[in-house]
């Protein structure tokens, strides 16, 4: 049976990495607006809000190969690729109701813009795999709780059909979906896992394994891309450090001040 995970790791960071990239830059509406005139009456002074952390702060707290278990090594390959690949979204379904598993929880293209981005990848092997995404962005801390806000899982989507998107070609196949457990890092933490089992049958199946958490305005995404029943473990532990640095991060952004 031949392997489709690289393929598949490289098309699936797409959506983190391209909708950060498309989505930069701020909002001109709020650009536009004239600022408010302050009030001459002494009112209390509002509870401080964190900063959103810059490019330049994410990409210092973004994993690094030193933070991974042993037997890992870095995949430049999966975020140079994925540039130029479809934007927002992992794949496609025609079932609406199952499209936000495949956009990867912060992915549709009317949603929140991201301020600042970073991403990288890993692997155990280069052509077979298994692969590790890490994808760290910044927002504005109201926008950061509405995208990570629990919401109940959609119904209908234990299994759907879809595609996996690139630019090599859209691959169909049938996505199976189920609700991980949430990781115990960071706030509004979750996880999902997506198998998807090709049409050509000469295709071995894959696993994806994503993990989001929120760390004040900042955004952590965690994917992990494995043939069927992976070993999860550098995925937990990943997730878990990734998180651990975008918190060091922002309270050294405070201290900063």
């Known amino acids: ?111 929140p813009k991201a301020q600042a981005y970073a991403v990288t990848g890993f692997a155990k092997d280069e052509e077979n795999g298994p692969y590790l995404a890490v994808a760290v962005a910044s927002y504005s801390a109201e926008d950061a709780k509405d995208l990570t806000a629990k919401k109940p899982s959609p119904k209908g989507c234990d299994s759907f059909k879809g595609e996996v998107v690139s630019d090599e070609g859209d691959e169909p196949a049938t996505f199976r979906y189920k609700e991980l457990p949430a990781p115990a890092v960071g706030t509004d933490a979750r996880a999902q896992r997506l198998t998807a089992k090709w049409d050509d049958n000469e295709l071995q199946p894959v696993q994806y394994d994503l993990a989001v958490a929120r760390v004040e305005g900042a955004i952590v995404l965690v994917q992990a891309t494995a043939p069927f029943d992976a070993d999860d473990s550098s995925f937990h532990a990943a997730f878990k450090k990734a998180v651990e640095k975008v918190e060091a991060a922002a309270k050294a952004a405070k201290t900063a001040k």
């Open 1 to 111: 049976m031949r392997t489709n995970l690289r393929r598949a790791a490289v098309a699936a960071l797409a959506s983190s990495c391209l909708l950060f990239a498309a989505a930069c830059g701020g909002s001109a509406e709020a650009e536009d607006k004239p600022a408010a005139k302050k009030s001459e009456s002494a009112k209390p002074k509002p509870t401080p809000v964190a900063e959103p952390l810059t490019k330049a702060q994410l990409e210092e707290a973004l994993l690094e190969l030193k933070d991974m278990p042993a037997g890992w090594s870095a995949f430049k390959a999966m975020t140079e690729e994925s540039v130029g690949v479809n934007d927002f979204f992992m794949g496609n379904t025609d079932k609406a109701e199952c499209q936000p598993l495949l956009d990867q929880v912060i992915g549709a293209e009317d949603g």
